[in-house]
């Protein structure tokens, strides 16, 4: 700590601030640039050890820390765990151990930083570049831009650190730390400068070079360390309003772990200082060590109690009746995503889903509509059209959006599929609309009575139609290519009942019963939309099958 004796001398206020302001804002490019750079590098990869890593609730944590430390970036963990709780892949409590263990992991960032090495601050830059410039692979890029993001961080860091060493002298800087050496006022301070850079990894930084300068001591360190875990928490929740109630759950967990954390062990400061400096390693060091095991104790004594911490935070934010007037308004396709496209596609994914639900109900419900459904029920199933409309127009723009960021093959491949998809839904909704409920209301204005066995058939045939767009469903949502094997083998069954209901059209025409001419239009024209959905359907469960596989298989 410096001494309160210490001699003041004039400062140069424009080099000073420039200098802090200039390197903070390297600062955060650099992490911006590691962070982007690094989703484009694992982030598919991470997502699918995540998907299998959650187990128990201490393994979901071990796997929350190390992707969060990878990717460096407890935010994209928290989005990546919201996605697998809409698809039921998760559930919340689960989701709760991830969450515990992505704080835990954000402690990687203070443990680097806090060795001085802003000596190799430029090699990294340099090398980091010239790999970004010389290659022609993408993933060798980003993983250039990696090293050249670390690069930008310690630059950043040396910046602020040469433009702060006059304060070590300055007897006013030396007075306003000295009233941060008030735990509370540290904690707050931490916490307002987090939520303004929105950045608790620049906080912690920043916290760091002011160690390192010794401008501030190891209580005053660790108490603004700890404000930045406030700071974060109050951005989680922030950044989770107006958002599906998962993501809502879990900012108000992210909020109460880390707010109650700090509450916790604010009368355990001196202890906690006291037990890092017999570690030693300097003031720096300390510190990081400091959050660090602030950040692994609150995990370790949290996670036993996570079935009741849950239905706190169920409690706190219930589920509430989804507002008819809001159904068509896309619920998952969350903007903030695009820079990591595949965070993005599965979002993408899930709003499909809703769309899915809609076409379905319309196809379960279109053939008792129009075999014998009044008016008002036709119309109520064209009606759905709006919604499927609605969320088609937005899930195609949603997907637009992500074909202008960098796309691996793959995550084309899969936005291609998602597109196709989509279109396919779209067309299997107009279908109903405008062809099935026309059929409809032609039965109601000619005043037809569908006989029983006319009915029993295309109850039949529409039966195959629904039981292939569900498998189909489960193809392209879930990647299931037995599903999609299963739907390109029906085309044999649902050609089969074709020339079954044909055979059955031709006997109702030499019967002598009222209306069989407009009975038979009837039935074929029913028949012949339900195959062109099959269409649909079949070319949709094709997209999940893989490419070699598709030869010799054709859409008719």
């Keep these: 700590m410096i001494s309160a004796q210490a001699v003041s001398e004039p400062i140069d206020v424009v080099l000073l601030v420039g200098g802090l302001l200039g390197g903070l804002a390297i600062f955060l490019l650099g992490m911006d640039r590691m962070t982007e750079s690094l989703r484009v590098v694992a982030g598919g990869r991470l997502k699918n050890v995540l998907a299998r890593l959650t187990s128990s609730r201490l393994v979901g944590m071990v796997a929350g820390a190390g992707i969060t430390a990878v990717i460096q970036s407890s935010s994209i963990t928290t989005v990546l765990v919201v996605g697998f709780i809409s698809s039921g892949l998760m559930s919340f409590e689960q989701s709760l151990g991830v969450i515990l263990g992505a704080n835990v992991g954000t402690t990687v960032t203070a443990q680097i930083i806090a060795f001085r090495v802003t000596t190799f601050a430029l090699y990294a830059m340099a090398g980091g570049f010239a790999v970004t410039f010389f290659s022609k692979r993408g993933d060798r890029q980003a993983k250039g831009a990696v090293v050249l993001g670390l690069g930008l961080v310690f630059f950043g860091m040396s910046l602020m650190g040469d433009a702060m060493s006059p304060l070590r002298t300055n007897e006013r800087f030396i007075d306003v730390m000295a009233e941060l050496q008030n735990p509370f006022l540290g904690v707050a301070v931490g916490a307002a400068f987090t939520a303004l850079v929105q950045s608790s990894s620049a906080t912690t930084g920043i916290v760091i070079v002011l160690a390192q300068q010794g401008l501030i001591n190891l209580e005053t360190g660790i108490a603004l360390a700890l404000g930045a875990n406030v700071g974060t928490a109050v951005t989680a929740v922030l950044a989770s309003m107006g958002k599906p109630r998962e993501a809502m759950r879990a900012g108000a967990a992210h909020a109460m772990f880390n707010i109650g954390g700090v509450l916790i062990w604010l009368p355990f400061l001196g202890l906690l200082a006291s037990f890092v400096d017999r570690i030693g390693g300097g003031t720096a060091r300390e510190v990081a060590n400091a959050h660090t095991i602030f950040n692994v104790i609150n995990a370790f004594l949290v996670v036993g109690f996570v079935p009741a911490f849950a239905r706190l935070i169920i409690?706190?934010?219930?589920?509430?009746?989804?507002?008819?007037?809001?159904?068509?308004?896309?619920?998952?396709?969350?903007?903030?995503?695009?820079?990591?496209p595949s965070l993005a596609l599965d979002r993408a994914r899930l709003e499909m889903l809703r769309m899915v639900d809609r076409v379905r109900s319309m196809l379960e419900d279109v053939l008792p509509a129009v075999l014998e459904g009044s008016r008002w029920a036709l119309l109520a199933v064209a009606d759905r059209d709006d919604e499927v409309d609605s969320l088609h127009k937005q899930i195609i723009t949603y997907l637009g959006e992500i074909s202008q960021t960098r796309l691996s093959e793959w995550e084309t491949e899969e936005l291609l599929g998602l597109m196709e998809a989509t279109n396919d839904l779209e067309a299997i909704g107009d279908l109903i609309e405008t062809n099935l409920v026309a059929l409809g209301m032609n039965r109601i204005e000619q005043g037809l009575t569908v006989s029983p066995e006319t009915t029993r058939v295309l109850t039949e045939f529409h039966a195959k139609i629904v039981e292939a767009f569900d498998l189909a469903m489960l193809a392209i949502t879930q990647k299931n290519e037995e599903a999609a094997r299963g739907v390109v083998g029906m085309k044999r069954e649902v050609n089969s009942l074709e020339r079954a209901a044909a055979l059955h059209q031709a006997e109702r025409l030499v019967v002598d019963a009222?209306?069989?001419?407009?009975?038979?239009?009837?039935?074929?024209?029913?028949?012949?939309?339900?195959?062109?959905?099959?269409?649909?359907t079949r070319r949709m469960a094709r997209s999940a099958i893989p490419a070699a596989e598709r030869t010799g298989v054709t859409d008719d």
């Design 315 to 340: 409690r706190l934010v219930p589920d509430r009746p989804e507002d008819e007037a809001a159904t068509v308004r896309a619920r998952y396709l969350d903007r903030d995503l695009l820079r990591t």
């Design 514 to 536: 009222p209306d069989r001419i407009a009975n038979y239009r009837l039935e074929v024209d029913m028949i012949a939309a339900l195959k062109r959905i099959f269409y649909f």
